[in-house]
């Protein structure tokens, strides 16, 4: 690792342009070993002061025969020669922004932040303007320090890790936000250390829908070693709700075990099933034919309905046929693709609890919910019906709290890709910006999976490793060309481009690693003794009083 302290000059302005970017001749004797594509530099104009990101680099030769007879790479007096002459390399910097010289940034440390004036970079600086590699100063002068706003998520690539990046977090979930990469980049770990700073912050409630048991428990990193849960490092915030029966292993027992009635599922519910369940357009307009004769309680009324063709026996599909007016084979197929919903017993005719209620009067309460799918984990069907049921419901009632409600879903393209996508209640929180104090935190695998207007309105990207053209143009478009070779160069885990909304400039960062988040509390232990350990992790981990 390099020091980020040393203002050492790298290089001299070249050429270039503001749409593709500026080239840099590096110094012969700085060596290009130190440098990362992603990496912050600065650079000092005659009245402004620019910062960007390199975008590339290239190794080039002012000698054509350098190309033709190259020298012996042995011979170090010739190569040292050359390297400061005829051979050199060059950097490609995307420009991001500018902060007049006027502000006089030697002072930096005497000012506050909201005194510098950070602006797009619409102008050039001049040939052979000074280039340096971005100093942690530089990076807290940007990104602002630690406080109640502002969560550390991670270093600049590459750098020491005591250069922490930190993110504007009340900024980031005023908006929908996305976290995406191949599988085992870290999507998920990068999320656990989203959350835990909104929650040890207290800036918003955050509804997670667990499907795969990531948050509610602990789990193993790839080296074994334990990874605490949020319920385990903020016990007394965070509230976690078993899917039905609690699978009663592990060492967190959940809070409450949620029920679902069958009145509350709407057939929009259904609708979103329709791939998974392979349900066909007649069969959804049968559907809609059954709410309408039977009211709310139509799908109980349905699978509780049997299969027979008697239309003397009431409770017949038969019968229905007839009260609807639709085909008794259609019926029939709706019916047995729908059979598969009875075997969950989290579906209830008449539920002793409003477990919707439940969930709504925790998060009222300012409590984080994790929903676990318990015996459900990784159901597809399960995970689809019950998060969008849920999640409209809450969102119908949220409209008068205060309380911004982050809503954590994985495996997004489930909710948002582009056939569902303009039905879905998450594709309405999407691209209903503002409007609502309920955002998404969306994780996901393959955004070219993600309607692209979806897409379009996530306020904030952490992008991990991806491999798919595919998913590399539809996560960039709009974004400048230039980040490309960034993500084409990240590590193949824990490190993310981050671009959007919430911070002045793209920025790719070693994600913090979820060792740090806090220690380990015990949830069996009293409640005395949490808000002491508590205590002490804000202590230990510089919470703000
Ligand atoms: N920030 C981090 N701190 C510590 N370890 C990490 C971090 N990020 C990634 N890792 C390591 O990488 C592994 C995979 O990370 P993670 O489970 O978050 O991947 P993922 O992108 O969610 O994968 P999938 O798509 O399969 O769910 C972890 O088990 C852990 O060993
Ligand atoms: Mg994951």
Known sequence: MSNVEDNQKIGTIVGGALSSGLEVRLDSDYSVENLYVGDGITIEGREKRYFGIISDMMLQSSDSSIRSLPPNSSDFFVTSILSGTSAFTILKISLQLAVSLDTNIDEFDKL?????????????????????????????E??????E??????????????????????????????VFGKTGTGKTFLTRVLLSEIIKKDLGVNLIFDM???????????????INSLKQIFPSKVEVM????????????????????????????IEILSETLNLTSAGLLAAHALDRTYGDKWLGLFLNMEPSEDKEN????SAAAERTGQLYTVLHTLWRRLEILKKFEFLQQNPAEESIKRIFTSLERGKHVILDFGTHQSNETAYILVTSLITRRIYERWAEQDNQLVIAIEEAHKFLNSEVASQTIFGTIAREMRKWKVTLLVVDQRPSGIDAEVLSQLGTKFIHQLEDNRDIDSIL???????????????PKQQALVIGHSLPMPVVIDVRSNDTLANFINPDKTPNEITNIERDNDDLFGEKK
Do not use: C
């Not at 940007?142 to 406080?147: L, P, R, T």
């Not at 990046?165 to 009340?170: S, T, V, Y």
């Not at 609690?246 to 709407?266: C, F, H, T, W």
């Open 477 to 491: 478009a709009g974004s400048s060309r230039d980040l490309r070779s960034v993500v084409s160069t990240l590590a």
């Open 212 to 226: 795969h048991r990531d948050y509610s428990d602990s789990v193993n990193d790839e080296s074994g070693k334990k």
């Open 142 to 147: 940007i990104f602002g320090s630690e406080d």
């Open 149 to 178: 706003n502002h969560g550390w998520i991670g270093t600049p690539k590459g750098r020491d890790a005591e250069v922490k990046i930190n993110l504007d977090l009340e900024q980031l979930i005023k908006r929908s936000n996305g």
């Open 242 to 269: 078993s899917l039905g029966k609690s699978l009663n292993k592990g060492q967190v027992r959940p809070d409450a075990e949620i029920m679902v009635s069958y009145n509350d599922l709407e057939v929009q519910d």
């Open 112 to 140: 506050s932040l909201d005194n510098i004036s950070f602006g797009p970079a619409t102008t050039l600086p001049p040939h052979f303007s000074p280039v340096y590699r971005a100093t942690s100063k530089d990076y807290t």
């Open 314 to 317: 009431p409770n017949s599909l």
